[in-house]
């Protein structure tokens, strides 16, 4: 069975610092990937996606993610967080979804 | 293009009643999934119909059912409703073809059912 697991229930970073927010899967075959955000009241929405080749993804509004098969993690990365980047973040593989990881960025 | 529409927005059921969803994919979307979210169990899986059949299942009870219509649209019902069923109720679409699932989903802004 295909899983993600999303080891931070929360990740607290200040404006304009990095931020990361992780991600390991566990799946048969190649991996499906998926990082997914929730804002408040606006619904889920896609950010980036890993199908196959570089290994590092680039999706919406400044987001990238590394897919390391070693270390079978997904992480999501922006070089500068702003504080509207606050939200619900969910990692995903096909159908299956991680528990969130709520990311807070402070001026 | 329009994105996913899901009615109605907000529903008020007592428990043992029963309830019907509905959602329409983005245009040319043959894909539709459902999940149900709360905040102790996360995002769960429901079911995903693609060209009006079930192609995958979550861990729920029979009480949870859903039909895909010859335009994609699609229902879910949950029959003698219970506290626990409480919750938002999401509805994706993507292109999808047969045999793959890389396709992003594009969610709806869900029904929020409350059980009283």
């Known amino acids: 069975a295909q899983s993600v697991a999303q080891p931070e229930d929360q990740v607290n970073v200040a404006e304009g610092n990095p931020l990361t927010v992780k991600c390991t899967y566990s799946?048969?075959?190649?991996?499906?990937l998926f990082w997914y955000v929730q804002y408040p009241n606006r619904g889920l929405q896609f950010l980036l996606k890993?199908?196959?080749?570089?290994?590092l993804v680039k999706g919406s509004y400044g987001f990238e993610a590394e897919f390391n098969k070693s270390q079978t993690s997904f992480h999501l990365k922006k070089p500068s967080a702003l504080v509207s980047d606050s939200a619900l973040y969910f990692c995903a593989v096909p159908l299956v979804f991680g528990a969130g990881t709520i990311l807070r960025v402070k001026s | 293009k329009a994105g996913v529409t899901q009615t109605p927005r907000y529903l008020i059921k007592t428990r043992g009643q029963q309830v019907t969803l509905s959602c329409s994919p983005i245009?040319?979307?043959?894909?539709v999934s459902w999940y149900q979210q709360t905040p102790g169990q996360g995002l769960q899986f429901l079911f995903e119909y693609f060209s009006e059949t079930q192609r995958n299942k979550g861990n729920f009870p029979g009480r949870f059912s859903g039909r895909q219509f010859s335009n994609s649209r699609s229902e879910m019902n949950v029959s003698t409703l219970e506290l626990g069923d409480s919750a938002l109720y999401l509805c994706?679409?993507?292109?999808?073809?047969?045999?793959?699932?890389?396709?992003?989903?594009?969610f709806g802004p869900g029904t929020r059912l409350t059980v009283l």
């Open positions: 994706a679409s993507s292109l999808g073809t047969s045999g793959d699932n890389y396709n992003e989903q594009f």
């Open positions: 890993y199908i196959t080749g570089d290994n």
């Open positions: 799946v048969s075959g190649n991996p499906y």
């Open positions: 245009s040319g979307h043959r894909s």
